[in-house]
């Protein structure tokens, strides 16, 4: 008896950041992390992703930012490391991000594109979900190999197409005030 085909997946869109640099820091205090995010907020440093889990020996945060400004951001969190006695941070470059954007009620969004993600040999360096988007931070040379597993399993909408080795989002330099 034949197998019966699975059901595609519908997601509303999925989009690409390449040329991040990932900045993890292991076992710093809430308040080291605070101090880093206001250090790279005062350098203009912008973080596209930072996913944090506190614990018993202090927070675990991942932060991605632009791999131009990563020499910088380093040593502000270098310095912050050595002042206070905590971890040095680790930087894996270069990555991408990965976003993908749900249909209403999709819950199983993160459970299935893991699998994808496990099924092609992909194990990724962060993810963060919400209810609006997940978020998958790889290296950026698995791009096209997690394109082409989360595209086995997800459709996108009519007319929209995958996000293609050339093409990037790219956030406004310009500041509001505020």
Not at 11 to 17: A, L, N, Q, S, V
Not at 117 to 133: D, E, F, I, N, R
């Amino acid at each position: 008896m034949p197998v019966p085909a699975m059901t595609r997946l519908r997601i509303t869109g999925w989009k690409h950041r390449r040329g991040l640099s990932l900045l993890a820091l292991k076992d710093w205090p809430w308040a080291g992390v605070n101090a880093l995010a206001g250090a790279l907020a005062q350098a203009h440093i912008n973080l596209p992703f930072l996913l944090m889990q506190g614990g018993k020996g202090g927070v675990w945060a991942r932060l991605c930012l632009d791999r131009q400004k990563s020499p910088q951001a380093q040593a502000l969190a270098e310095e912050l490391a050595q002042a206070n006695g905590w971890h040095s941070p680790v930087v894996n470059e270069p990555v991408i991000a990965l976003t993908f954007y749900p249909l209403a009620g999709g819950i199983t969004l993160p459970a299935e594109a893991l699998a994808c993600l496990a099924g092609a040999g992909l194990s990724p360096l962060a993810l963060g979900t919400s209810l609006a988007a997940m978020t998958v931070i790889l290296p950026q040379d698995k791009l096209s190999a997690a394109v082409r597993a989360l595209g086995e399993r997800f459709d996108l909408p009519p007319g929209a197409s995958p996000p293609e080795e050339r093409v990037s989002v790219v956030q406004s330099p310009v500041q509001r005030k505020g």
